[in-house]
C-alpha cells in the first residue's frame, strides 16, 4: 500500500500567528483577496483522501459555522475526518467524525487506511502539526502569509524545525497572500 503525504495547509499573519488569542480567524476574513484565496483552496482538496484536526480547531468550526444548527455547512463532506481530543464534542449531524486521542502515531494507520490513494490535510492547530513532525509523519507545509500582524497568538508551528528539514519547493501569489510550499525531511 502506498502510504498519502501528510499536508499542512494553512494560513498565517506575517508574524506567524494562525489565530489570535481568543482562538479567532477573523484577521483572515478581511484581507484584500482572501475569496480569491479560498477559491482556489477547491484544487486542493480534491486530492485530500481524510484530514485530521486538534479540538480547539474543530470547536472553532462549530462555533464560527453554527455546525450543529446547520450542518449543511459541513465543507468536507465524503471525507472522513479524525478530531483529535482528550474530551467528549459534540458530532455533527451527517459528518463522517472519528474522534481520537492519545499521540498521532496510535491513529496513523487508520487515518492513512482511510486517506487511501489521496492525501492525508492537517487543519490545525500548530501543535497537532508538530506531533507529526516529532513522529516524521509531515511530509510538506503550505502556508498563505496575510499582510496581517497580532503581536500574539497561537503560533504557526510551536516546534523547531531547522532550515535542513524544509526544502522550498513553490511560491506563489494570491491576491495579497504569498504562498509558501516547503517539503519537509525526517530529523537526521
Not at 32 to 49: S, T, V
Not at 92 to 118: H, I, K, N, Q
Not at 162 to 167: A, I, K, N, Q, V
Amino acid at each position: 500500500m502506498v502510504m498519502p503525504r501528510v499536508i499542512f495547509n494553512t494560513a498565517t499573519t506575517l508574524d506567524g500567528f494562525l489565530a489570535d488569542d481568543d482562538d479567532s480567524l477573523s484577521w483572515l476574513f478581511v484581507v484584500p483577496g482572501a475569496d480569491d484565496a479560498e477559491n482556489a483552496f477547491g484544487g486542493f482538496l480534491e486530492g485530500i483522501g481524510a484530514l485530521i484536526m486538534g479540538s480547539t480547531t474543530y470547536e472553532w468550526l462549530l462555533a464560527h459555522e453554527k455546525l450543529l444548527e446547520h450542518p449543511e455547512k459541513w465543507y468536507y463532506t465524503g471525507k472522513p475526518a479524525f478530531v483529535m481530543s482528550t474530551r467528549d464534542l459534540p458530532a455533527v449531524p451527517g459528518a463522517d467524525l472519528r474522534f481520537r486521542s492519545g499521540d498521532v502515531t496510535a491513529v496513523w494507520d487508520e487515518l492513512a487506511a482511510a486517506a487511501g490513494d489521496r492525501d492525508v490535510w492537517i487543519v490545525g492547530g500548530g501543535d497537532l502539526v508538530g506531533q507529526f513532525a516529532d513522529a516524521a509523519l509531515l511530509d510538506e507545509i503550505r502556508v498563505s502569509i496575510a499582510p496581517t500582524t497580532l503581536g500574539s497568538g497561537r503560533p504557526l508551528l510551536p516546534r523547531r524545525l531547522e532550515s535542513d528539514r524544509l526544502r522550498l519547493e513553490k511560491v506563489a501569489q494570491a491576491g495579497q497572500f504569498a504562498e509558501l510550499v516547503y517539503s519537509v525531511r525526517t530529523a537526521s
